[in-house]
């Protein structure tokens, strides 16, 4: 499999300005209105290389947004990734040593291990605790239609659904199956949780169509909390699709290979052949099995392909 050089239209910027934030954490900007309501938590950059977070964080904190209830905190995650990036290799800044967004469990957090990533989180930590709702945005490396990511709670649907954009949604019932993410930590993880947390995965990482889709999800989800006022312009929403998540299965076998190229949502009928994972098949478990994020390079380790249904 390879990867074809993406249109870079959105680039990073330098961040320097947004290093010293207001709670003793680097990047991390939290404002306060004084008045009761949640604290909701808007975080970028989980991977390095997903711009469009980027740029709602900054469009929220270069034009002086303030909630007009409860607590808004702005955070940037994986800046040492996001620093790393080189045009020639664009997605090679996605991380340094770990997946930032598979490294939330007390296995990970509290263990023996090192790298830019667990200490970043072991630093995030408290302000993702501090959180009711969070919205982690993302992109992905295909150009395909953006959806939400999150486990099955109803909290969580019923706040996508109300938002109605993206209006694909990408359904969790048991996890994510390969390491655990910012969403699914902590109180959050569980079905009597109290807070939302969702992904938006916004486009492709380059794309000016990711930014502007983040930026404006990002108002939807701090106005339907009532932080900021709903912009009267917000389109109705789209007839929504949502798909539950079967199986993720991981990069096992550098010869690792899809039967054809796919970008994802192609479907396959039950039983037939998606990729072969060294002396193993991947088939599909069900008819219209939908693929989600299938790899675009092979990576032993790393996530293959997300087999999902339709709801």
């Known amino acids: 499999m390879t990867q074809?050089?993406?249109?870079?239209?959105?680039?990073?910027?330098?961040?320097?300005?947004?290093?010293?934030?207001?709670?003793?954490?680097?990047?991390?900007?939290?404002?306060?209105?004084?008045k009761p309501g949640p604290h909701v938590l808007i975080n970028a950059l989980t991977h390095g290389n997903e711009i469009c977070g980027m740029t709602a964080a900054t469009h929220l904190l270069d034009n002086n947004v303030r909630p007009k209830i409860?607590?808004?905190?702005?955070?940037?995650?994986?800046?040492?990734?996001y620093e790393s990036f080189k045009e020639e290799s664009p997605y090679d800044s996605r991380q340094i040593v770990h997946n930032l967004n598979r490294i939330?469990?007390?296995?990970?957090?509290?263990?023996?291990?090192?790298?830019?990533?667990?200490?970043?989180a072991r630093v995030l930590r408290p302000v993702v605790d501090a959180a009711d709702h969070i919205l982690d945005i993302h992109s992905t490396s295909q150009p395909v239609v953006p959806f939400w990511v999150y486990p099955a709670f109803e909290r969580n649907a019923e706040v996508a659904l109300a938002i109605g954009r993206p209006p694909v949604h990408l359904v969790m019932p048991d996890g994510l199956g390969s390491g655990t993410p910012l969403i699914q930590y902590g109180s959050h993880g569980g079905p009597d949780g109290k807070g939302v947390a969702m992904v938006v995965e916004c486009g492709q990482h380059f794309l000016r169509s990711a930014?502007?889709?983040?930026?404006a999800?990002?108002?939807?989800?701090?106005?339907?909390?009532?932080?900021?006022?709903?912009?009267?312009?917000?389109?109705?929403?789209?007839?929504?699709?949502?798909?539950?998540l079967l199986q993720t299965h991981v990069i096992k076998s550098a010869d690792f290979a899809f039967v054809r190229p796919l970008i994802g949502f192609e479907t396959f009928a039950k039983g037939e052949l998606i990729a072969t994972n060294g002396p193993d098949e991947i088939r599909a478990p069900c008819d219209d099995c939908t693929i989600f994020m299938p790899a675009q390079r092979v990576i032993v380790g790393r996530e293959a392909v997300y087999l999902t249904q339709p709801i």
């Open 4 to 34: 074809s050089p993406p249109a870079l239209e959105v680039l990073p910027r330098d961040l320097s300005a947004y290093r010293k934030g207001n709670v003793g954490i680097d990047y991390v900007h939290r404002f306060e209105s004084g």
């Open 104 to 120: 939330w469990s007390p296995e990970w957090l509290d263990g023996g291990e090192d790298s830019p990533e667990l200490r970043r």
């Open 70 to 81: 409860g607590t808004l905190t702005v955070s940037f995650a994986n800046i040492d990734a």
């Open 211 to 215: 930014s502007v889709l983040a930026t």
């Open 217 to 244: 999800v990002t108002y939807d989800f701090l106005a339907y909390f009532g932080l900021v006022d709903k912009d009267p312009a917000t389109p109705a929403p789209e007839p929504q699709r949502r798909f539950q």
